[in-house]
């Protein structure tokens, strides 16, 4: 990068950049800045205004270190290293400008920080103690005082005296969202961060104001004097409110779930989430669960609690009857998107070879056809395109953190983004867009059939086209590469048989085809089949159902085993991309039963399969025995589908 | 000793702001010549010869401030900072008032040189008449074909768009200045990159001050040698235009040679002495942002490395006269709160450091500071000097701890003495300054 | 809509004139307050709508210069520099003057709504005519307190209404500022301070 590269005597020719931090030899990619070069050396700048997503603005000053060679302090967020270059951060001359800096931060900072949500996980606080001053030498005067606690919409509240202009949240709606929302208003020592008249603000994103906020500026409405963090016991696990697979840290506090935070991904989430993922927390916590196992009688036979042992027998028991009498076809087997990867696997696997029926499914629709080659474009790889083309509001609506993924590859890598309206032809849309080196195609699942199409026409006037088919639910597409769906065995393997979707198995149901049911927390998707699910239910002799869900499933169900919603268990999913993320228990189970896992073994063992792996790792190793994708995929990465199978 | 008029040789003439008026006492020929007898890099030598530094405070050398611009990458652009805020300065509102075609010609020079087809000139909102004045002086230039397409048939060809502001001395500062023509609040941006490289919409571009581009009108038509060898000397060369102000006779503008002219020569044979007889105790050249000197200094010549070396600096070209019976708490007070004013808020220690150096000086001149406090507000200022974004923030601690270290008694008699013992009790004079 | 046909073509105006329509925001939020005196938020909406802004980026901006006014300003504007050049010349008496001639402090509107006055700390550019203060933008320097009668006398004595292109010696005028032909009488205006 610069003529003076290499030009050190004895400097290796590796492409990077040699300097000294604090005596230190740090070898770094040429452009890095000497904040990210100190980081990666272990040590420690305080910053408040830069942010690893945003540009540099060197507002703040509290990074100012001393390069040899340069007359005065430079802001280590915003300096370019370069060949040579010796870098201090320990001088008495940067001590005293960050006292100095500090002691300017808290002039006007109010002393409120016994009753801010951020105290505790606040970097004035943090700073202030580490580098601060011990007192102010400002005399008793009035400090600039501003409307504390404003609400800005009904998610955040804005607190301008914690207020310490660090542009943190206007560049992200400058840098992130683009949507503008929030600005800085006056100037000087008057300065605040407001939007147009105070109007609310109206982003979808907003949840991740407080985040990027150093302070306890800008809080959630809903977290307000909610818990101190250090009272909050956190997991890591993945957003269950749609196929993106946004990380999150899962934080609950004496066993209730009390928020979300982001977890940077760079490949998924790159930090961000939206408020609908964000603010999902109260469904979590819900008191009305299926909580005890339970046998039902048909007709006026009542119903009684048992143990789950007694509860598994009886299912096997009365599958089995089905299957003797009707036969394997009378039998179907559905299982809602918040299922794992493994539990899918032992699902799947219990339907085709222990059950013997080709009736299984994890959504209504079908999906004839359905190739891997849906699915080659990554999350992170719209980045890398020259063109996009969005088809439909679907994909944004459904996975909205994806739209921040598109802004950011419209500014930060000039990828032209075209959001293709339902009206318009793959015809039309190849002679408008054409000769790019890598185009980009985004469709929702349920128009894939569209999807393909236009891939097919772009593919013929573009060097190259990838597409990402946005799945639906937070495992939906794991099912799908697990084969938890009719015509598709595990890896997309042809099944041998043809079998009913989602949707045909409860008509069969319904009029009596299907005798049986079997449904792994399957009362969000039959009750998406809103009338026809209840037919269903009410006319299968047997339902048997693994269920968290207070529902028309668990009030169905002639044996009922209580489920484990997702923030309860082990496991993975797999994103829309196809990145297989683990997920870990965050909350305890609501119930005293085994593991879905677990319950799926035992089933299979009643049923004359003994041995099935039943705790998650066991099982995840047979899963991976069984998809050499996932294997090559491992945790967080993604699972490739090499050979497109027809 | 005598004025030197080059920029203001013309100041007199009836109604020189008209085109006509202008143009007969030669104005344009410079353009003329230029379009005729020089390429635009022959322009960009002839400006280098000439050894002239930007009038705008720094002193940076305008040739090769307009050789950073990198070679074959257009558009260019060129904003001529009539912005003029800094405070005890008022020479580019007289030059704009007495000679606005002086600087369109400079300005159109200047976009000649640098292959620049649209030139700014960005104007503060305060200079109102200013503004109207230079943006019909425009109108008339384009009628006559020395702006626009094909300017004198030659094919050059530049637009010039007369900009005004709204009241932000920031918007001086060129990249602050940029980000306002861009429609921006006017704060200063993270260099690099330097305007040269990415300035105005992501473009190479120059920022000149007002004075600069109004001296390349006599460059061209009389040559840089003759520029550097005959007036001023060294690496001050050329005529200034001064402002004073303060305690003297006759406050106004003044244009001398640098170099060959002291500040007593300015005080005593253009501003008519220190008024009403009295004697001087301090002086701040360079305009609001300098350090204070003192009478001794004015036997140094107005030269700008000299002045630098002084501990101060010719700056913007301000020269504000402080007689005997002035408070210097009083007067750092009236600056620092112009900072405070003028700060815009970017980083914290310029936003925070002028409120905190503002509350101290208050206390101060009001006589309720502690000594504690006093000790304090020194240590502030090292704690902004040199940590700011930008110079706004630097400059404020100048003026401040120049004239503490130069007036310390003053300042420590104030500490605790329930009012201001200079402006209140003149008796209590005596003791400073001794 | 609270911006006239008039006021919205010279927006439009100003938009084509500029490499790039934001850079024209400064003198549009001009034309908004030429006609109505301060920044009404409709009109920033306007301005917004008219340059393809955000809102919010336009009063992020207008919010930002000490000459655009958030609330309705009396007729007329005085304003006077209290910064150093001015003040060793006796700024503060003027100030005070001011401050029993109009009866209101700094910053306020005469109970008439015929005057605002403010101080400013803000150099002015007239610091070789200190004391100074500007009326309606037109400079006036070497200020005395029979001056400073005359002046006010002379700008808000007269009829409040038209007489926009008249020159500030002979027109009182409203706040508005619309076009008028400066230069010679402006620089008369300036008082013999720095001119010599």
Not at chain 1, 45 to 67: F, G, N, Q, S
Not at chain 1, 245 to 260: I, K, P, Q
Not at chain 2, 362 to 370: P, Y
Not at chain 3, 52 to 71: G, I
Request: aromatic share 6%; hydrophobic share 40%.
């Amino acid at each position: 990068m610069t003529d003076t590269n290499g030009t050190t005597p004895g400097a290796v020719d590796d492409g990077r950049v040699g300097l000294e931090i604090d005596g230190r030899a740090v070898r770094v990619p040429p452009g890095t800045l000497v904040w990210d070069a100190a980081t990666r050396a272990g040590i420690h700048i305080p910053v408040y205004c830069a942010h690893p997503k945003m540009e540099p603005v060197a507002v703040c000053r509290m990074c100012l270190v001393t390069v040899e060679k340069m007359p005065k302090l430079q802001p280590a967020c915003a300096t370019v290293v370069s060949e040579g270059m010796v870098v201090h951060t320990q001088t008495d001359q940067v001590a005293k400008a960050r006292e100095g800096m500090l002691e300017f931060l808290l002039l006007n900072h109010p002393l409120d920080c016994p009753v801010c949500d951020r105290g505790g996980e606040c970097d004035l606080q943090d700073f202030a103690f580490r580098y601060g001053p011990e007192s102010s030498r400002m005399p008793i005067t009035d400090k600039v005082h501003f409307e504390k606690a404003v609400p800005l919409s009904d998610r955040i509240e804005l607190d301008n005296e914690r207020c310490i202009l660090c542009w943190r949240c206007v560049r992200y709606y400058d840098e992130i969202t683009g949507e503008k929302e929030i600005v800085l208003q006056e100037r000087g020592v008057g300065t605040v961060v407001a939007t147009f008249e105070g109007r609310p603000l109206q982003s979808e994103f907003q949840g991740n104001l407080p985040e990027v906020c150093p302070v306890g500026a800008l809080t959630h409405r809903q977290y307000r004097f909610v818990a101190r963090p250090w009272d909050l016991q956190r997991a890591k696990g993945v957003c269950a409110e749609c196929s993106y697979g946004c990380n999150v840290n899962v934080d609950t506090r004496d066993f209730e779930l009390v928020r979300f935070a982001s977890r940077d991904n760079p490949l998924v989430d790159d930090m961000w989430l939206c408020d609908r993922g964000r603010y999902s927390v109260a469904r979590w916590n819900q008191t009305a669960r299926v909580r005890r196992p339970l046998l039902r009688q048909s007709g006026a036979g009542g119903e009684r609690e048992v143990a789950v042992a007694e509860a598994v027998h009886e299912a096997a028991r009365r599958l089995a009857a089905v299957k003797d009498t009707h036969g394997a076809t009378a039998i179907g087997v559905l299982c809602g998107v918040e299922t794992t990867n493994q539990e899918a696997y032992l699902l799947q696997r219990l339907a085709r070879e222990v059950l013997g029926t080709q009736h299984l499914d994890h959504q209504l629709e079908t999906f004839p056809g359905l190739r891997p080659a849906e699915h080659e474009l990554a999350i992170a790889e719209l980045e890398e395109c020259s063109a996009v083309v969005v088809l439909g509001d679907r994909p944004e609506a459904e996975a909205p953190v994806l739209r921040l993924r598109l802004f950011k590859a419209q500014r930060r890598a000039a990828v032209s983004v075209h959001r293709v309206a339902a009206g318009e032809t793959a015809a039309a849309l190849a002679q408008r867009i054409r000769g790019e080196r890598l185009v980009g195609v985004v469709v929702d699942e349920a128009e894939r059939e569209r999807g393909a199409e236009v891939s097919a026409a772009l593919a013929a006037v573009n060097s190259a086209v990838r597409r990402l088919t946005i799945t639906r639910g937070v495992n939906g597409r794991g099912l799908k590469d697990l084969g938890m769906l009719p015509g598709l065995l595990t890896g997309y393997e042809p099944a041998p048989g043809a079998g009913k979707n989602g949707r045909e198995i409860l008509e069969a149901a319904a009029d009596g085809q299907v005798k049986a049911l079997l449904l792994l927390n399957a009362d969000a998707l039959v009750a998406a089949a809103g009338e026809l699910g209840e037919r269903a239910l009410r006319r299968a002799e047997v339902i048997v159902a693994v269920e968290t869900q207070v529902g028309a499933v668990a009030a169905a169900a002639s044996v009922l085993i209580p489920g484990h919603a997702l923030l309860e268990k082990a496991g993975s999913v797999t994103n829309c991309e196809g990145r297989v993320q683990r997920i870990r228990q965050a909350l305890p189970p609501a119930s005293q039963t085994p593991p879905e896992t677990r319950v799926l073994a035992m089933l299979a063992a009643a049923l004359g399969a003994p041995g099935w792996p039943g705790e998650t790792m066991a099982v995840n190793r047979a899963l991976m025995e069984a998809l050499p994708a996932y294997r090559q995929a491992g945790n967080g990465a993604l699972a490739r589908f090499a050979v497109a199978v027809a | 000793m005598a004025e030197y008029k080059l920029l203001l040789k013309d100041v007199g003439t009836p109604e020189l702001w008209r085109l006509d008026s202008y143009e007969g006492v030669g104005g344009y020929q410079a353009l003329r010549e230029a379009l005729r007898k020089y390429t635009p890099d022959e322009v960009v030598e002839e400006v280098k010869r000439s050894g002239l530094r930007g009038r705008g405070g720094a002193g940076f050398p305008t040739g090769t401030k307009w050789s950073f611009l990198p070679k074959d990458v257009f558009p260019r652009y060129l904003c001529i900072n009539a912005d003029e805020s800094e405070t005890g300065c008022f020479k580019d509102r007289y030059l704009i008032d007495e000679n606005p075609h002086q600087i369109i010609e400079g300005t159109l020079l200047a976009a000649y040189a640098l292959r620049v087809e649209v030139a700014f000139i960005y104007i503060r909102g305060e200079y109102f008449d200013q503004r109207l004045l230079l943006e019909r002086c425009v109108e008339e230039a384009r009628a006559a074909g020395y702006i626009g397409r094909s300017i004198l048939g030659s094919d050059f060809s530049c637009d010039l768009i007369v900009h005004g502001g709204a009241g932000a001395y920031i918007c001086g500062e060129e990249t602050a200045l940029i980000d306002s023509l861009e429609g921006l609040r006017g704060q200063p941006r993270l260099k690099p990159p330097f305007p040269a490289v990415k300035g105005l919409y992501g473009q190479p571009t120059v920022v000149n001050n007002v004075e600069t581009v109004a001296t390349l009108p006599h460059i061209v038509q009389r040559g840089g040698e003759w520029f550097a060898t005959n007036l001023g000397a060294d690496r001050s060369s050329g005529t200034r235009v001064f402002c004073a102000s303060g305690h003297i006779e006759r406050p106004g503008v003044y244009e001398i040679e640098l170099v060959k002219t002291t500040g007593r020569e300015f005080l005593d044979d253009l501003c008519g002495g220190v008024w009403k007889g009295r004697a001087l105790k301090a002086y701040q050249p360079g305009g609001g942002s300098m350090q204070v000197l003192l009478p001794e200094h004015l036997d140094l010549p107005m030269d700008m490395d000299v002045y630098a070396k002084a501990g101060s600096s010719l700056g913007a070209g301000g020269m504000m006269f402080m007689d005997e019976t002035t408070c210097l708490v009083d007067v750092s007070l009236r600056l620092v709160d112009f900072y405070r004013h003028e700060s815009c808020g970017k980083c914290v220690p310029c936003r925070e450091g002028t409120y905190f150096e503002s509350t101290l000086m208050h206390r101060l001149e009001a006589g309720v500071a502690t000594r504690e406090e006093l000790a304090a507000l020194s240590d502030i200022c090292d704690n902004m000097d040199g940590k700011c974004f930008c110079p706004l923030g630097d400059t404020a601690t100048w003026f401040v701890m120049s004239a503490y270290k130069a007036f310390r008694d003053e300042f420590e008699a104030h500490c605790g003495a329930g009012g201001c013992p200079v402006r209140s009790a003149p008796a209590v004079a005596a003791l400073v300054n001794a | 809509m609270t911006l006239s046909a008039t006021t919205r073509s010279r927006i439009e105006s100003l938009r084509e004139r500029y490499p790039q329509p934001r850079s024209a925001i400064l003198p549009c939020l001009w034309a908004v307050q030429d006609e109505h005196g301060w920044l009404p938020p409709e009109g920033m909406l306007e301005v917004a709508e008219l340059l393809a802004l955000a809102p919010s980026e336009v009063q992020a901006v207008s919010t930002f210069y000490s000459m655009y006014f958030t609330r309705p300003q009396g007729e007329h504007l005085v304003v006077v520099c209290i910064n150093a050049p001015c003040a060793l010349r006796g700024a503060d008496d003027v100030v005070g003057y001011l401050e029993r001639k109009l009866g209101c402090p700094s910053g306020a509107t005469t109970a008439d709504g015929r005057f605002t006055w403010q101080s400013t700390i803000e150099c002015l550019g007239a610091c070789g005519g200190a004391p100074m203060m500007q009326v309606d933008h037109h400079f006036h320097e070497n200020l005395t307190p029979d001056k400073i009668d005359s002046i006010l006398e002379r700008v808000g004595g007269g009829p409040a209404d038209g007489a926009e292109d008249l020159a500030p010696a002979a027109a009182p005028r409203k706040p508005r500022r619309g076009r008028r032909p400066a230069s010679a009488e402006a620089a008369a205006d300036r008082g013999d301070g720095a001119a010599k």
